[in-house]
């Protein structure tokens, strides 16, 4: 589903990414932990199509196609999501009006009819009780004056509403208590399915106790320095990321 | 007479005066002393602090035919609200009804003249005054009876239309007796074909806890020239509200000026205004607080895009005695192109002590963040950027409490935006 090849990105002349590579199938789900300043969030940021990054090398595949060479709204059209680390605060734009022009962006690229207004508010219903998220919500703008938790909650509201065939969740876990954190886990394991691949960018194994991944990836420097089960998840937690770090120079 | 040799246009439109005087009705000396007014001040000066970002060079160079009274109606845009009167040229075309809504109506027939042909001293446009004072065919007088309440809003559609390059100079008074209440609805269109020019007053006073929404949409066409001039007195516990939506034409002033007078007197002045094209639209707003205990609000939203250049000078001053008064200004402005141009003043100035005034005025981009943020869930640039921009005129637009309107406003906002970003991306 995804493949990525010997990535390298910078923002200006700071090299990020020197050489990532990743493979991910359908149905699979993959941890992305390292230390901060490590690159993981520039990873989803560039999968995503944020602008201010140069890839300069390498090359990313998604269903085939150069995933890269795709405009950000694309990619979301053909089931690329992702959940921001900091969702941006949007008065104005109401999160209903979000929802529904970004579910019929999505329906229309699979070829089926765009969703009435009744159409709309059934469907999202039950995703919203899902996410414990008040119907008053609807109404207002668009994460605005949301607290960190509600913000992270309605990223996986608009995940389970547009339902990616590839979902990026970029430090999901963090600012979140251990309720929230249990909310967002339940929408995330949720649309855990056959069909989607679920790429998880975290620093702490906090969030793989709620959400089990079936790969542990440590990004170090710009590089995947090892790839585990969720064991290795664990063992990070216990011996921090330098042994990581010295085994790989070792070698 | 003035001992100032008249320019070539100031003669032009005297001379055109004096073929048309005989047949405008009202006394003729005050009209003629208007002329002379206008003569003697003739067009602004590159120099003139009040036309500072707006040059009328290309104004001046027209020589526009006074309108005479209007003989035959016009196709006009459907009415927003049930009660609409269509004034052509500034004129009723027919018999004026006696009343309309909740206003009884007057013209220079049956109401005083020198309600209907004020003019106004100082700021930018008291030249202009002067010469619709002079010019003005058809003035109406709308006028509430004490206590009298309606929520009813009342339209007024101002057509300017002629064979050739025509000035149209519509005059309104509106007098709210003390304790009434009404709305009413100004619609400035033309009929694009030439190069017109709306030379519009109103001339607004409200008594003591009398209460007027004024909304006001200004909608010319593409080559159309418009100065207007808003006067409102607002009495004792009194209130002018004004929700105001410019979108037309090529050049634009509008002067709003309200002279707070009685205690407890009070203001909402807001606005958008879309700069397009190579649209100018410029607005002066000026509030005098005279009185303990008045309020003002000035809030304007601006967007201009390619060549079009927006002007906001907002003006409040606090004249000595007005304690305890609260005086607050807002603008906002966005450039959606390189281009475009935003030009913005806000003026406090304060001559009492304990007062609370405030002033807050921005121009910039729409945020990277938030457009990568709407892209990232599917939508388009432009659907972004149209959504973006909505939002940014939407604390202003939810204020235009009158649905028919702020939906025309909406989707006129909406198909120009989308519009234009399509065609920028």
């Known amino acids: 589903m995804l493949s990525i090849r010997d990535l390298h990105a910078q923002i200006g002349i700071r090299k990020i990414l020197k050489g990532v590579n990743l493979e991910v199938k359908p149905g699979e789900v993959h941890a992305i932990m390292g230390p901060n300043g490590s690159g993981k969030s520039t990873l989803a940021s560039v999968l995503a199509g944020r602008a201010g990054y140069e890839v300069t090398k390498g090359t990313a595949h998604y269903l085939g196609d150069d995933l890269l060479a795709l405009e950000p709204e694309e990619r979301a059209r053909r089931g690329v999501f992702l959940a921001f680390q900091y969702p941006v605060e949007i008065p104005g734009v109401n999160n209903a009006y979000l929802l529904k022009a970004a579910l019929n962006a999505v329906r229309k690229q699979r070829g089926l009819q765009e969703l009435d207004a009744f159409e709309f508010l059934a469907l999202i219903k039950d995703k919203m009780k899902l996410m414990q998220m008040d119907e008053s919500f609807l109404s207002r703008g668009v994460n605005e004056g949301f607290s960190g938790g509600e913000k992270k909650r309605n990223e996986i509201l608009q995940m389970a509403v547009l339902e990616p065939k590839l979902a990026l969740l970029d430090e999901t876990d963090s600012g979140l208590d251990i309720d929230a954190l249990r909310v967002v886990a339940t929408g995330v394991n949720s649309l855990r399915s056959p069909e989607r691949a679920i790429v998880m960018v975290t620093h702490y194994q906090r969030l793989l106790d709620y959400i089990e991944p079936d790969f542990v990836h440590v990004l170090s420097d710009g590089r995947i320095l090892r790839t585990g089960d969720k064991s290795l998840a664990l063992e990070l937690e216990k011996r921090g990321y330098d042994w990581v770090k010295q085994e790989a120079s070792a070698a | ?307 079009g250049r927006g002007v906001f000078n907002g003006k409040a001053i606090v004249h000595e005695g007005a304690q305890k008064s609260n005086a607050r200004q807002v603008n906002r402005n966005l450039l959606l192109t390189p281009g475009a141009e935003i030009d913005t003043k806000p003026d406090l100035e304060i001559y009492a002590d304990d007062v609370q005034c405030s002033h807050g005025t921005t121009t910039g981009q729409l945020d990277p963040n938030a457009l990568f943020y709407l892209r990232s869930r599917g939508l388009s640039e432009p659907e972004a950027r149209s959504a973006l921009t909505r939002a940014f005129a939407g604390a202003v637009m939810a204020r235009v409490d009158e649905p028919a309107l702020a939906s025309h406003v909406h989707d006129e906002l909406d198909r120009r935006l989308v519009r234009l970003l399509e065609g920028s991306v």
């Open chain 2, 1 to 307: 007479m003035s001992a100032i040799a008249p320019s070539p246009v100031t003669a032009h439109y005297r001379e055109a005066f004096e073929r048309l005087q005989s047949t405008l009705g009202g006394s003729t000396l005050r009209r003629a002393v208007a002329m002379e007014r206008f003569a003697e001040l003739g067009f602004p000066g590159a120099r003139e602090e009040a036309w500072k970002y707006t040059s009328l060079r290309r104004l001046e160079s027209r020589r526009f035919v006074p309108a005479a009274q209007s003989t035959t109606s016009v196709d006009v845009p459907a009415a927003f609200v049930a009660q609409r009167l269509v004034l052509v040229n500034g004129s009723a075309v027919g018999p004026v009804p006696a009343a309309l809504g909740g206003f009884a109506l007057g013209t220079l027939t049956t109401a005083p003249e020198d309600q209907l042909l004020r003019t106004f001293a100082g700021g930018g446009t008291e030249r202009f005054t002067a010469l619709n004072a002079a010019l003005t065919v058809g003035p109406l007088l709308l006028s509430t009876a004490a206590g009298q309440r309606s929520d009813d809003v009342v339209q007024l559609s101002l057509v300017t239309t002629g064979a050739g390059p025509t000035l149209a100079s519509p005059r309104i008074a509106v007098r709210m007796a003390p304790g009434s209440r009404a709305r009413l609805l100004l619609d400035h269109v033309d009929d694009g074909a030439h190069e017109h020019f709306t030379n519009a007053v109103l001339d607004i006073e409200l008594g003591a806890g009398a209460h007027l929404t004024l909304y006001r949409l200004q909608r010319q066409g593409e080559r159309a020239f418009h100065i207007e001039r808003i006067e409102s007195r607002v009495g004792e516990n009194a209130c002018f509200v004004m929700r105001d939506s410019q979108l037309g034409a090529a050049l634009a002033r509008l002067d709003t000026r309200v002279s707070l007078d009685g205690r407890a007197a009070g203001t909402e002045i807001t606005g958008v205004f879309l700069a397009d094209g190579s649209r100018h639209l410029d607005s002066h707003v000026h509030v005098d607080h005279r009185a303990i205990e008045t309020t003002s609000l000035q809030d304007y939203r601006g967007i201009a895009a390619n060549k």
